[in-house]
């Protein structure tokens, strides 16, 4: 299932839900539906129901009244459920020479663009709370995160937290798709003891790792192939086969979200393997894979090419080196699109990687290549629109 951007809701359905059964208000474009709430209201429920159906914006800001603090404003973020054709929206696709991009809501992307260019503010993915790849390093606060979403303070060991939460499946994959920025990039506590470096790899440790046995691999592949040309086929080969192992591996074995036991440890090891990367998108130091982990997941396809290639020993490890090559290219690639400017070909790739983050975690599962999505059909649809069942 793609991932979805939230409803258009236009104001007679808003006005509609104005009882304590169904609570909406709006604050601008944006609906809330804060039934959920009403029990909790400091002032009671009775107050908010008075302006059930109805924006809220000179209420919140009303000093006479009661002057909301910031907490008023993330419990309303929190319950989002979709977004109000305002009348300032409606004047925008009303001039526009092309109103069908921009209503209903959520609009394609040359609409946001158009939205974008009077002021009107961006659709926001109902499973990333995201909007645009910019959102994914906005820093969060992480005190007042905990205090709204219940799920990981990022001032404390995450690993302990999340074995210990007592999370439910849908909960875990709910909120770890949400991205957090901690500290500008920095690395949030995972272990909080002497475990913490190895939980740590910068960038530049997996080529000096893996180059030097990916040449020696190859120099040795030679002394039982007909020439360099024949070593070069097998070894291209292998680069070729990680492609489609990439993809595998991110879409069956990453995401393997459905398929995910609901009890601790197979939470917990979702966590460690990939949910703490999109939970914390940019953090520079857990991006690349660390070695040991690499080791873990190489042997078996060494095993693998030995046995598929049984004929000839040397021809198994040309492909096997030319497979080490292609994941360190991805690896590499991977740190990049998150953290450097790059040229015209990789910002596009940056673009689709990045959407993947902050809109669709469930598609563009190609990191180095969108080669396996269109042969897959999981392709990401342009940003601005949720990809269509």
Same mark, same amino acid.
């Given at each position: ?7 258009? $809701? ?10 304590? *059964? ?5 604050? #601008? ?6 039934? %959920? ?10 107050? $908010?129901?008075?302006?059930? &159906? ?13 002057? +909301? ?7 309303? &973020?929190?319950?989002? /459920? ?12 009303? *001039? ?45 606060? %992480? ?33 770890? +798709?949400?991205?957090?920025?901690? *500290? ?7 272990? @909080? ?15 000096? /790792? ?27 080969? @292998? ?7 990439e993809y595998g591996l ?15 440890? &197979? ?8 949910? $703490? ?7 520079k130091l857990r991006l ?18 030995? $046995?598929?290639?049984?004929w000839n020993w040397h ?6 080196? #030319? @497979? ?34 902050? =809109? ?5 599962? #190609? ?13 990401? #649809?342009?940003? @601005? =629109?949720?990809?269509?069942?």
């Amino acid at each position: 299932m793609p991932a979805r951007t939230l409803p258009t $809701i236009l104001q007679a359905e808003l006005e509609a839900h104005s009882t304590a *059964k169904s609570c909406y208000v709006s604050l #601008g474009a944006k609906v809330y539906d804060i039934t %959920p709430f009403l029990e909790d209201h400091p002032g009671g429920g009775d107050l $908010i129901v008075e302006y059930g &159906g109805k924006d809220v914006r000179e209420i919140l800001g009303d000093e006479i009244s009661h002057t +909301h603090s910031e907490a008023a404003y993330e419990i309303l &973020g929190d319950h989002l /459920v979709g977004f109000l054709p305002t009348d300032t929206v409606l004047d925008v696709a009303t *001039k526009s020479q092309r109103p069908a991009e921009i209503l209903p809501l959520p609009p394609s992307e040359a609409g946001t663009a158009e939205l974008l260019s009077d002021g009107i503010s961006r659709m926001t993915y109902a499973t990333t709370g995201m909007a645009s790849a910019e959102d994914l390093s906005v820093e969060t606060d %992480p005190t007042s995160d905990y205090r709204t979403h219940k799920f990981l303070d990022l001032n404390r060991p995450l690993l302990m937290q999340v074995w210990n939460g007592g999370f439910s499946k849908d909960f875990y994959l709910e909120q770890v +798709h949400r991205p957090r920025h901690y *500290k500008g990039g920095a690395s949030a506590p995972l272990f @909080g003891n002497f475990l913490e470096p190895l939980s740590k790899t910068p960038w530049w440790v997996v080529p000096m /790792v893996w180059l030097p046995p990916v040449a020696y691999g190859t120099c040795l592949s030679r002394e039982g192939l007909n020439g360099w040309g024949h070593v070069a086929s097998f070894w291209l080969l @292998g680069l070729a086969l990680w492609t489609l192992v990439e993809y595998g591996l991110h879409r069956g074995l990453f995401h393997m979200d459905q398929y995910l036991p609901d009890n601790r440890v &197979g939470i917990t090891l979702h966590f460690v393997l990939h949910g $703490i990367h999109h939970y914390l998108p940019m953090d520079k130091l857990r991006l690349v894979m660390p070695p040991t982990l690499f080791v873990v997941l190489a042997v078996p396809f060494w095993e693998l090419a030995h $046995i598929v290639f049984y004929w000839n020993w040397h021809a198994a490890t040309a492909v096997f080196c #030319g @497979g080490i090559f292609g994941y360190t290219c991805y690896d590499l690639t991977h740190y990049f699109l998150h953290h450097r400017t790059l040229p015209s070909y990789y910002r596009e790739l940056k673009k689709y990687h990045l959407q993947h983050h902050f =809109a669709d975690f469930e598609n563009g599962f #190609g990191v180095t290549s969108r080669f396996w999505d269109k042969v897959f059909g999981t392709e990401l #649809g342009p940003p @601005g =629109a949720a990809k269509a069942a």
